[in-house]
């Protein structure tokens, strides 16, 4: 049973245009949700975050938005950046440990 | 962020031997540490949470005989691979919370790619 699913396991944006990485989760314990973006052969490097009593959170180019009564979150990245491409994973959390999606990945094209 | 260290960054061991990851926070005092492994094109799985000085806690179908972890210290966790088979191929990550950032904020480790012959 996937509690954290990302539908797209890929996506090819523009250099400069908005790249919008979707996120789904069933468990409506989670709390807290993390992005976190991975290069190959590398760990996961945390990005953004949101706990479940705002409903947006942004720092610098990336934005998170949470919708709990869809239970969806989102990344918007503007504008996108070639050394943005990589995977990126929505993660999910009650309190400790992390559920995380498949994971989506970003192509940025020049 | 803070930083967490793995070691080895890639071992191939042949089937039947033991193989021991390092996970370091080298810069925070890690009070609770995660252990995930990765299959190709896969979503990270938590294998087991493990808090210092106390025995780890391990994910439904993890067997808590095949991967030994111990967490003696506040900046070391270990993760023991024993009588690696083929199937144990992976990619082992560790993460850790301790006294940097918010509760739920978890620095990951660069990750260990085990291939077991």
């Known amino acids: 049973d996937q509690q954290v699913k990302q539908n797209s396991p890929s996506l090819s944006v523009q250099e400069g245009r908005i790249s919008i990485l979707n996120c789904d989760y069933t468990n409506s314990m989670f709390d807290y949700f993390l992005w976190y973006k991975k290069y190959p052969a590398e760990g996961p490097t945390f990005l953004i975050s949101i706990s479940s009593i705002k409903d947006k959170n942004e720092d610098g180019r990336f934005t998170v938005f949470l919708n709990k009564s869809a239970k969806h979150l989102s990344l918007h990245i503007v504008p996108s950046q070639p050394g943005d491409s990589a995977v990126y994973f929505c993660?999910?959390?009650?309190?400790?440990?992390?559920?995380f999606g498949e994971g989506t990945q970003l192509t940025v094209n020049p | 962020g803070a930083v967490v260290s793995q070691h080895p960054s890639r071992v191939i061991c042949k089937s039947g031997t033991s193989v021991k990851i390092e996970c370091r926070s080298l810069?925070?005092?890690?009070?609770?540490m995660f252990w995930y492994r990765q299959f190709p094109k896969q979503s990270l799985m938590l294998m087991a949470t493990s808090n210092e000085g106390s025995k780890a806690t391990y994910e439904q179908g993890v067997e808590k005989d095949k991967f030994l972890i111990n967490h003696a210290s506040l900046t070391l966790s270990t993760l023991t691979v024993t009588s690696a088979h083929p199937e144990d191929s992976s990619f082992y990550i560790c993460?850790?919370?301790?006294?940097?950032?918010?509760?739920?904020?978890?620095?990951f480790g660069p990750g260990t790619r085990l291939t077991v012959l």
């Open positions: 993660a999910a959390s009650e309190i400790y440990g992390l559920t």
């Open positions: 993460s850790g919370i301790g006294d940097r950032g918010s509760y739920n904020e978890q620095f």
């Open positions: 810069d925070f005092q890690a009070t609770t």
